[in-house]
């Protein structure tokens, strides 16, 4: 059967299936640094691409290449770059679509390292970015100077859950001629798929959902042509932001799982979500699959499901906050989601604890935020953990 015809869950299983020799059911770990040419001629061809043998790792490989692939297929692209982590990918992006005297607009909540590379870095090479609330179109209007080249998208944000229109980015973007970029690695393309409302590259901390089960660092960038596929490749080969064949074989374990184990976060995201939208303790909550979410609808309309992560004020504050964190016992004390396991973090006390009271503000990182990752164990005994927690606050 022809990949493109298969359903989604039959080509997380045989997407990433490219048989070998002796059929095995799995891709082999090409544990080499480079491969042999059969003759000069050969050689030659490999480096003129006229032939696509392999040359040497940090250009391709087949562990490698096979989960490029597969990737590439979940997500409707042209080719996939598979990087040693997300912030590989990103950065990557960025080398590779931006030069002295761009301009880049971007979600004020994006994960803060793409933010740092950004400010931090590119800035050095007099790359311009301007940070703004995209879930509001108007605001990226405005934003938009006539040498803005890439429009940088992470949607929902983390941890303030706020919802980008893609369908309008792009048709704002194609206005102006603008790359059009989305960190997808909150909903996996399990629950959305940017490529197929028009968006141009997508990209993943692999780390999270993708891999699934909190033991490697990953990442990968799928793109919607070949044109961008070439040059973003290019960036990734010449900078060394490779993955290692280990990595991708972990990855191509993982993914095969990758519906089943969203389905069930996400079937037990909606009842913890609806349990502690009714606990007295709680301010709020926020996540796409309650109707109390300002973008429910829009959630509705680009994602497939609600997802696995949920964001909650507490009445009570900053002590509330750390309270919670010291009382939890089945959820795990960690940053990171995605994984199997269910994860629970503080920002004012940890991920966003160096931020000045006004930047914690501006970045809507109130005293007594939680971000809570759903895992996948039986969503009693996580309800029964917040509760046992919650009645100690
Ligand atoms: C974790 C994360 C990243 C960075 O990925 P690494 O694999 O840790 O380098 C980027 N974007 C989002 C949304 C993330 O959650």
Redesign the pocket.
């Known amino acids: 059967m022809a990949l493109d015809k298969m359903g989604f869950n039959s080509k997380l299983i045989h997407a990433g299936a490219d048989k070998d020799q002796f059929g095995s059911a799995t891709v082999p770990i090409y544990q080499t640094s480079t491969f042999g040419f059969k003759s000069a001629d050969d050689g030659a061809k490999c480096f003129s691409g006229e032939n696509d043998g392999f040359i040497y790792t940090r250009i391709g490989n087949p562990t490698i290449q096979a989960l490029e692939r597969q990737i590439a297929i979940l997500e409707g692209g042209f080719g996939g770059i598979a990087t040693a982590?997300?912030?590989?990918a990103?950065s990557t992006i960025y080398m590779g679509l931006l030069k002295q005297g761009d301009h880049m607009v971007s979600t004020n909540a994006v994960?803060g390292?793409?933010r740092v590379v950004m400010e931090s870095y590119f800035s050095k090479f007099g790359v311009e970015s301007t940070y703004i609330t995209t879930s509001n179109i108007d605001n990226i209007k405005k934003a938009i100077k006539p040498n803005t080249k890439v429009l940088y998208i992470?949607t929902p944000t983390?941890p303030t859950m706020e919802i980008t229109d893609l369908e309008a980015c792009v048709a704002l973007a194609r206005e102006h001629n603008i790359i059009t970029v989305v960190?997808n690695?909150?909903c996996s393309p399990y629950l959305q798929r940017p490529l197929e409302f028009g968006i141009d590259v997508v990209l993943h901390?692999?780390?999270?959902f993708i891999n699934g089960h909190a033991d490697i660092?990953?990442?990968m960038i799928v793109t919607r042509n070949e044109e961008l596929c070439k040059v973003l490749r290019s960036a990734m080969v010449n900078m060394g932001c490779n993955m290692d064949p280990h990595q991708a074989y972990l990855v191509l374990r993982g993914v095969k799982t990758l519906a089943i184990r969203v389905e069930r976060a996400q079937q037990n995201a909606i009842k913890v979500a609806e349990y502690l939208e009714n606990h007295p303790k709680v301010e709020w909550v926020k996540y796409p699959g309650l109707k109390s979410h300002p973008q429910y609808k829009l959630a509705q309309k680009q994602m497939d499901g609600p997802g696995a992560m949920i964001s909650f004020e507490l009445k009570g504050g900053f002590n509330a906050g750390k309270t919670l964190m010291d009382n939890v016992k089945l959820a795990m004390l960690a940053v990171?989601?995605g994984g199997v396991e269910t994860l629970i973090q503080h920002p004012a006390s940890m991920t966003h604890s160096k931020l000045s009271a006004e930047a914690k503000e501006k970045a809507n990182i109130t005293q007594g935020l939680v971000r809570f990752a759903v895992g996948i164990e039986d969503v009693e005994d996580i309800i029964a953990d917040l509760d046992q927690a919650l009645a100690k606050v």
């Open positions: 982590s997300g912030m590989g990103i994960y390292p793409s992470e983390n960190d690695t909150f901390s692999m780390t999270k660092v990953a990442g990171s989601l």
